[in-house]
């Protein structure tokens, strides 16, 4: 079972930031929020990760709440290629059964509009 | 630098047939990654390597589904006697996790398995 929950999709003009929210109420302390989107037809790409504190990069932003259940994947300014499905995954580093943290449930898809 | 590659691109089977899927990882990455994305769904784990560890085998779903890491690098997914419903694409990832804190994954294209 899925530890995230996000909308199932998303349209944003073109230009224009484009917010996506991720819920993950049940999250440890020692879990990560990550994100990663896939195109259509590609392997799914790595975004952004973090704790507790804001994140940013050459890709996105990424705004986690201070109680850590939910967070926040920004886009300043939407281009018709970031039209993809974005994941929100949260998972720590512990050792058993580690596969079974990354659960990519169904995502956000995001379209960018013209 | 090279990413994580994936052989074949479209495999197509007949049922009844095993295949086998290869992973090249990013070189010097400790962990390897099995996927599996059917039609539309989101991702479904299979199988984790990590170093000369013993795998986490806990997301194959039958026993005709195995995979091998040899030498720390390539790793190869045979299905074996394949059925209509493990037509799906197949993505292999790769990560340091073992030698950072945290463990971002990188993926392969994929392979598109189809079976007839």
């Known amino acids: 079972d899925a530890k995230t929950t996000q909308p199932t999709s998303m349209d944003c003009a073109e230009g224009r930031a484009a917010n996506l929210p991720c819920n993950h109420s049940t999250i440890s302390g020692n879990e990560y929020v990550y994100w990663y989107r896939q195109i259509h037809s590609q392997g799914p790409q790595y975004i952004i990760h973090?704790?507790?504190n804001n994140e940013t990069n050459e890709m996105a932003s990424l705004i986690i709440t201070e109680d850590r259940k939910s967070s926040t994947l920004i886009l300043p300014h939407a281009t018709l290629r970031d039209t993809a499905v974005y994941y929100c995954l949260s998972h720590g580093l512990g050792w058993n059964n580690y596969g079974q943290n990354f659960v990519f449930g169904p995502g956000t898809r995001l379209s960018v509009l013209p | 630098g090279a990413g994580v590659s994936q052989s074949p691109s479209n495999k197509v089977t007949e049922k009844g047939k095993d295949v086998e899927l290869r992973c090249d990882p990013i070189?010097?990455?400790?962990?390897l990654y099995w996927y599996r994305q059917s039609l539309g769904q989101g991702l479904e784990f299979l199988i984790y390597f990590q170093g000369n560890s013993a795998p986490d085998k806990s997301g194959l779903p039958s026993d005709r589904f195995s995979a091998e890491r040899t030498g720390g690098s390539v790793s190869t997914l045979t299905i074996q006697r394949t059925q209509q419903e493990d037509s799906a694409v197949y993505l292999c990832?790769?990560?340091?996790?073992?030698?950072?804190?945290?463990?971002?994954?990188?993926f392969g294209p994929g392979t598109r398995l189809t079976v007839l």
């Open positions: 973090g704790l507790k």
């Open positions: 990832a790769s990560s340091s996790r073992g030698t950072t804190s945290t463990d971002t994954q990188y």
């Open positions: 070189s010097g990455h400790t962990a």
